[in-house]
């Protein structure tokens, strides 16, 4: 029977471990929204504006087009199966790494690498902050930190209906701010002569600019169906994402490496848009831009939480992590300060251990389940509710994603051309499906010990 047809309460709320159900189900449109809404902010700028550092006006395009175009096809595949499956990325997660892989994994992808995002952010809004208002207590950037933090709790508490609402505001101001700014500094700052003719102060090959710009978004890449599982057709959610990755995220970042680049050394990019007279762009893109996306971040930790630790409402999850992640937004800021280089080593750190995860799942839904498991339905490929009966432990997955890691992590030692992203999603996709058809055509045990699914998807 495929679990369409098991019924399940929604316990934890927002459909945390179970199934959206038909009448919850959102357009295309409206998930492209969403997705904007979340690439609609500073770290992206900032994230651009640390390429800066390390590569010219022509290698941020490079970067920052073949990074993205990675992205999209990545979160397009792993997109899909949230659109067929119905559930988030945590309980995908139970069919090819089991259960107690699925809360490690989970937590990994999102529960921690989300919350520290949220982190990351919410020290991103204190930057601002500071920048804008340098000579005010509240505005200093450890302490914007804390009530810029508890400012975005707020939407994540109310679940998918509060990105949603909130993300229609913001996107169309965001995408006309930011080129806006970008015209205006190339004619104050020399023309396209200057920009093109601008050096970084460190070179670095290609491939760890690519593996930043993947690191960047990879977490958001992986977690898709967080979002696509709301789509009225399996494709919707897909098409959204990989329009507003391939599409948009090239001029965020495009933008802010080159406003970078022609702003002289030590100015940041928000004091160069106020003194170009656009305080008030900077405060809008600031608090809003920060929020859209913020409150997703604590939105997909939360659900990650759900799936590792029963008995505890997502709401719950949400004041937890938030409070956490506002603290360490403050310890970022006393530590860093606006200093851009935190950022550009989290981004990297990334790129190097979620891409295996990722490349387990999409050889486990296209390759593992249909041919070697003869589950050629995509619908019914993943089955959960009530009863559902899973590994305790997949090992092949699991082991795909430590070695995978380990793979990514030297790769930059032996392959230096070769993105440390790529190769790990690559060793993760190839070890789990390897393994997988060994244990299949040797009929060797694929799962370490059995779960059993409760009425309340846990």
């Not at 449109?29 to 800066?52: E, H, I, K, R, T």
């Not at 709790?153 to 965001?174: D, E, N, Q």
């Not at 630790?309 to 949400?318: D, E, L, M």
Request: net charge neutral; hydrophobic share 55%; glycine share 12%.
């Amino acid at each position: 029977m495929v679990n369409q047809e098991k019924k399940t309460e929604d316990y934890y709320g927002d459909f945390a471990v179970v199934r959206v159900p038909e009448h919850e189900r959102r357009t295309m449109m409206n998930q492209l929204m969403v997705f904007l809404g979340v690439l609609a902010v500073w770290a992206a700028v900032f994230g651009g504006a640390s390429m800066a550092g390390i590569m010219d006006a022509w290698e941020i395009v490079w970067a920052s087009v073949l990074g993205s175009v990675v992205l999209g096809v990545i979160a397009f595949l792993i997109g899909l199966i949230g659109g067929y499956a119905s559930v988030p990325t945590y309980v995908i997660l139970r069919h090819s790494m089991g259960r107690f892989g699925s809360i490690l994994t989970g937590l990994v992808l999102s529960g921690i690498s989300a919350a520290l995002w949220f982190s990351f952010e919410t020290w991103l809004f204190g930057v601002i902050m500071q920048e804008t208002f340098p000579n005010f207590v509240l505005t200093k950037v450890e302490i914007a930190a804390i009530w810029g933090g508890l400012l975005m709790m707020s939407t994540a508490l109310i679940g998918y209906r509060g990105l949603s609402a909130l993300s229609y505001f913001v996107v169309p101001a965001w995408f006309a701010i930011i080129p806006m700014a970008l015209v205006a500094a190339i004619s104050v700052h020399g023309g396209w002569g200057a920009l093109l003719a601008a050096q970084p102060a460190h070179h670095v090959s290609l491939a760890t600019g690519i593996t930043f710009v993947i690191g960047l978004y990879i977490v958001g890449a992986t977690i898709a169906p967080d979002v696509t599982r709301y789509s009225r057709r399996p494709f919707d959610g897909s098409i959204a994402w990989f329009i507003h990755v391939v599409v948009f995220m090239p001029i965020i970042l495009m933008a802010g490496g080159w406003l970078q680049l022609l702003v002289p050394a030590g100015r940041t990019l928000v004091a160069e848009m106020i003194g170009m007279g656009m305080i008030w762009a900077v405060l809008l893109t600031g608090i809003v831009g920060q929020w859209t996306t913020n409150d997703n971040n604590l939105y997909s930790a939360s659900l990650a939480w759900v799936n590792a630790v029963p008995r505890i409402k997502r709401s719950i999850w949400v004041l937890i992590l938030g409070i956490i992640g506002t603290a360490v937004a403050a310890m970022i800021g006393m530590g860093y300060g606006i200093s851009l280089s935190a950022l550009l080593q989290f981004g990297t750190l990334l790129g190097t251990f979620i891409p295996p995860i990722t490349g387990v799942m999409i050889a486990d839904f296209y390759l593992v389940q249909p041919f070697l498991l003869n589950r050629r339905n995509p619908r019914g490929r993943y089955e959960f509710g009530p009863g559902t009966i899973y590994g305790s432990l997949r090992w092949p997955g699991f082991l795909g994603w430590i070695l995978g890691s380990i793979i990514a992590y030297y790769t930059p030692m032996v392959a230096p051309q070769m993105p440390a992203a790529i190769s790990g999603l690559l060793a993760g996709f190839f070890i789990h499906l390897i393994l997988m058809a060994i244990c299949v055509a040797g009929r060797i045990p694929y799962d370490a010990g059995k779960w059993r699914e409760t009425e309340t998807g846990w």
